[in-house]
């Protein structure tokens, strides 16, 4: 009796996801592959700007030294958001946190592709970034948790190829729209790509992991926020100050 609980312990335990020799769920490849395309997006948005700024700054009439805070506020964004993602992870279901930062982000983009000043772009670009923090920890983390440890490094090689590419075609696709459409395309070319993993991710992605009733360290949160957003704001000034000189 005993061999035969042992015996039955034994295969239950040398499945696919333990030994990882058969294929993920067809639901956790839906996952990985919403939030594999998002974080695409979200990284293609991040590197278009860089080519798009001095054109932004002559149809809107700002300097450069205003200019560069579409950037500036974008990474200071990231800086504060990024800390509060593990808590949010722990807190908040996939779904639901996908969700948010994919409509964070879709709204982010809509509002930049219609401002009109300069103002409601850089909020539009606040609002971008704070979706934009979210969905790498996010899919990192998915991957962790429901890979099996023998998987992961061919998944992450995987990812990390895909995602590469984004900052590579980033610049490119920015100087093809500013020469045949104009700046405003830059966030009309996203934005219907966002809409898509929205929806589908709002339709497929399902929550893998638990969520519990973690607190937040109400003091070390400031002070990461504080500490990395004066540090990124301070290489952003020597990079300026570098420039003017």
Do not use: C, K
């Amino acid at each position: 009796m005993t061999s035969t609980t042992q015996h039955d312990v034994d295969v239950e335990t040398s499945g696919p996801e333990t030994t990882g020799s058969g294929p993920l769920p067809r639901e956790h490849v839906l996952v990985i592959a919403t939030l594999l395309v998002a974080s695409f997006v979200v990284i293609l948005n991040e590197t278009v700007m860089s080519v798009a700024i001095p054109v932004l700054q002559e149809d809107l009439g700002v300097p450069p030294s205003t200019g560069q805070w579409l950037t500036t506020a974008f990474m200071l964004t990231m800086a504060v958001v990024i800390p509060l993602t593990g808590f949010l992870i722990q807190r908040v279901a996939t779904r639901t946190l996908f969700v948010a930062a994919m409509s964070l982000f879709t709204a982010g983009t809509v509002l930049a592709f219609f401002s009109t000043t300069f103002a409601v772009l850089l909020v539009a670009r606040v609002v971008q970034a704070s979706g934009t923090a979210v969905m790498l920890p996010l899919l990192m983390t998915t991957v962790m948790t429901i890979v099996p440890a023998a998987r992961r490094g061919a998944m992450m090689g995987n990812i990390t190829v895909v995602i590469a590419v984004a900052p590579a075609l980033g610049p490119t696709m920015s100087g093809f729209v500013l020469d045949h459409l104009g700046w405003r395309w830059i966030f009309g070319v996203v934005a219907p790509i966002a809409l898509a993993a929205l929806v589908i991710g709002a339709r497929y992605v399902v929550s893998v992991s638990a969520t519990g009733n973690q607190r937040i360290d109400v003091v070390s949160v400031p002070l990461s926020a504080l500490g990395l957003g004066g540090l990124v704001y301070g290489l952003v000034g020597i990079g300026e100050h570098a420039q003017g000189s």
